[in-house]
T-cell receptor, first 115, second 112 residues
Framework: EDQVTQSPEALRLQEGESSSLNCSYT??????LFWYRQDPGKGPEFLFTLYSAGEEKEKERLKATLTKKESFLHITAPKPEDSATYLCAVQAANAGGTSYGKLTFGQGTILTVHP | DTEVTQTPKHLVMGMTNKKSLKCEQHMGHRAMYWYKQKAKKPPELMFVYSYEKLSINESVPSRFSPECPNSSLLNLHLHALQPEDSALYLC???????????FGPGTRLTVT
């Protein structure tokens, strides 16, 4: 069974204090790993897709990296507006049939950035 | 444009009511999804439509009935819901089931 574990559960940072969020996964062949940002009461906002170990993607202050066992979301010099819940999800390469399109989500990391 | 729209934003309904949630996308995506999300939990998949056909039903109770009238629209019909069905209902779409999913803003449902 596919599993995703995110750590820490919650992270408090001062503005400008860089840090990383972790997403460890177990999947029967990785098709893709997805990062989302979710603000309270809103739908998740797509950030990145990573497909293979060694891949990196960047967007503004965020950088996502992938190894064979985990992914990191690095936040450089965060601002208060980066405060949100960050969700990681994986999709298995053999996700056909009854698992077609299914994502396995982690529990999320709640990030709070204080000014 | 990567926009998925959902209506209504909020819905309060009694346990004997019948209501519908609506989702729309104009990105040409052929896979559409319904999720349920409880507070402080990740989204939980309910249904997947691929090319307007139901591909996955995650053992959802029959009081939830999905419908995909065309490739841009997805409905969720609600009937005889229970208070524990109160949650944020999210719609998502993707180019196909193997691509990133784009979520709508959600409908906050309260069952009284």
């Amino acid at each position: 069974e596919d599993q995703v574990t995110q750590s820490p559960e919650a992270l408090r940072l001062q503005e400008g204090e860089s840090s990383s969020l972790n997403c460890s996964y177990t999947v029967s062949g990785l098709r893709g790993l997805f990062w989302y940002r979710q603000d309270p009461g809103k739908g998740p906002e797509f950030l990145f897709t990573l497909y293979s170990a060694g891949e990196e993607k960047e967007k503004e202050r965020l950088k996502a990296t992938l190894t064979k066992k985990e992914s990191f979301l690095h936040i450089t010099a965060p601002k208060p507006e980066d405060s949100a819940t960050y969700l990681c999800a994986v999709q298995a390469a053999n996700a056909g049939g009854t698992s077609y399109g299914k994502l396995t989500f982690g529990q999320g990391t709640i990030l709070t950035v204080h000014p | 444009d990567t926009e998925v729209t959902q209506t209504p934003k909020h819905l309060v309904m009694g346990m004997t009511n019948k209501k519908s949630l609506k989702c729309e996308q104009h990105m040409g995506h052929r896979a559409m999804y319904w999720y349920k999300q409880k507070a402080k939990k990740p989204p939980e998949l309910m249904f997947v439509y691929s090319y307007e056909k139901l591909s996955i039903n995650e053992s959802v109770p029959s009081r939830f009935s999905p419908e995909c009238p065309n490739s841009s629209l997805l409905n969720l019909h609600l009937h005889a819901l229970q208070p524990e069905d109160s949650a944020l209902y999210l719609c998502a779409s993707s180019f196909s089931a193997y691509y990133e999913q784009y979520f709508g803003p959600g409908t906050r449902l309260t069952v009284t």
